[in-house]
């Protein structure tokens, strides 16, 4: 990540902004520089990994629907350069399935067409604020976590077991993350939307419903790790 360096000088944060639709993708971009952003906009797909090596971003925001490589794909891509890379994505679909499927890409929040540019640009400063706080966490974190009979490689994304290794999204490795810093405590569910999506908003509370269901997978082989829901309160994550 650069824009530490580039706010302690007072130079502007980089966006790499992708939308192939000419009059969204000028007013998007002119909106942003007015707010002191620098701004590359690429409409074309196949020419974003480019850009993005050249430009080095500090964010991204990605529409979904993008000519010759889709942003999901590119979202992927992204994240294998660059871990902690803040994405938002940009789209008109609104199923729980492409939902999931953005932040399984490397989605960091997600938009839904038609968007104020208000609303993007709160959601811009929010990701970066986020992606400061990971940052102060990470050199914070051990390098390994012990779960039970499993093994969390949080800067990895990586959830050992012996018969088994799970390759986690990155949301996951947030989610299980605050779940580890209240090992064998109780966690409010506003507390751990917040920590991980920046809001406790409705639609990142359904979110994180399918969220606890698949770290309640990932770790169904061991009887000695439970994730409890208390009923209006959070989550307990129990290991014995």
Same mark, same amino acid.
């Given at each position: 990540?650069?824009?530490?360096?580039? =706010?302690?000088?007072?130079?502007?944060?980089?966006?790499?902004?992708?939308? @192939?639709?000419?009059?969204?993708?000028?007013?998007?971009?002119?909106?942003?520089?007015?707010?002191?952003?620098?701004?590359?906009?690429?409409? @074309?797909?196949?020419?974003? =990994?480019?850009? /993005?090596?050249?430009?080095?971003?500090?964010?991204?925001?990605?529409?979904?629907?993008?000519?010759?490589?889709?942003?999901?794909?590119?979202?992927?891509?992204?994240?294998?350069?660059?871990?902690?890379?803040?994405?938002?994505?940009?789209?008109?679909?609104?199923?729980?399935?492409?939902?999931?499927?953005?932040? @399984?890409?490397?989605?960091?929040?997600?938009? !839904?067409?038609?968007?104020?540019?208000?609303?993007?640009?709160? !959601?811009?400063?929010?990701?970066?604020?986020?992606?400061?706080?990971?940052?102060?966490?990470?050199?914070?974190?051990?390098?390994? =976590?012990?779960?039970? %009979?499993?093994?969390?490689?949080? @800067?990895?994304?990586?959830?050992?077991?012996?018969?088994?290794?799970?390759?986690?999204? &990155? !949301?996951?490795?947030?989610?299980?993350?605050?779940?580890?810093? &209240?090992?064998?405590?109780?966690?409010?569910?506003?507390?751990?939307?917040?920590?991980?999506?920046?809001?406790?908003?409705?639609?990142?509370?359904?979110?994180?419903?399918?969220?606890?269901? %698949?770290? !309640?997978? +990932? /770790?169904?082989?061991?009887?000695?790790?439970?994730?409890?829901?208390? %009923?209006?309160?959070? +989550? &307990?994550?129990?290991?014995?």
């Amino acid at each position: 990540m650069y824009f530490y360096n580039e =706010i302690s000088c007072g130079m502007s944060i980089r966006i790499l902004y992708v939308e @192939d639709e000419p009059n969204l993708g000028k007013i998007v971009k002119e909106t942003l520089e007015q707010q002191g952003f620098s701004v590359y906009h690429e409409s @074309d797909g196949a020419k974003v =990994i480019d850009a /993005f090596n050249s430009f080095k971003p500090d964010l991204c925001v990605l529409d979904v629907m993008l000519p010759h490589v889709d942003g999901f794909s590119l979202g992927k891509s992204i994240r294998s350069i660059e871990a902690t890379m803040p994405i938002i994505f940009l789209t008109a679909k609104s199923q729980t399935e492409d939902l999931i499927k953005g932040f @399984d890409s490397g989605g960091t929040d997600y938009i !839904r067409k038609p968007f104020s540019l208000e609303e993007l640009n709160v !959601r811009i400063k929010n990701q970066l604020q986020l992606a400061q706080k990971l940052l102060k966490q990470g050199a914070e974190k051990a390098d390994t =976590i012990e779960i039970g %009979k499993f093994t969390f490689h949080p @800067d990895q994304y990586l959830l050992n077991h012996a018969t088994r290794k799970i390759r986690l999204s &990155h !949301r996951e490795a947030q989610l299980l993350h605050q779940f580890c810093l &209240h090992k064998n405590e109780v966690i409010e569910r506003k507390d751990l939307l917040i920590a991980v999506w920046g809001d406790d908003s409705f639609f990142n509370s359904r979110t994180l419903d399918v969220y606890i269901r %698949k770290l !309640r997978e +990932y /770790f169904s082989s061991d009887n000695g790790i439970q994730i409890i829901t208390l %009923k209006g309160k959070g +989550y &307990h994550f129990m290991v014995s």
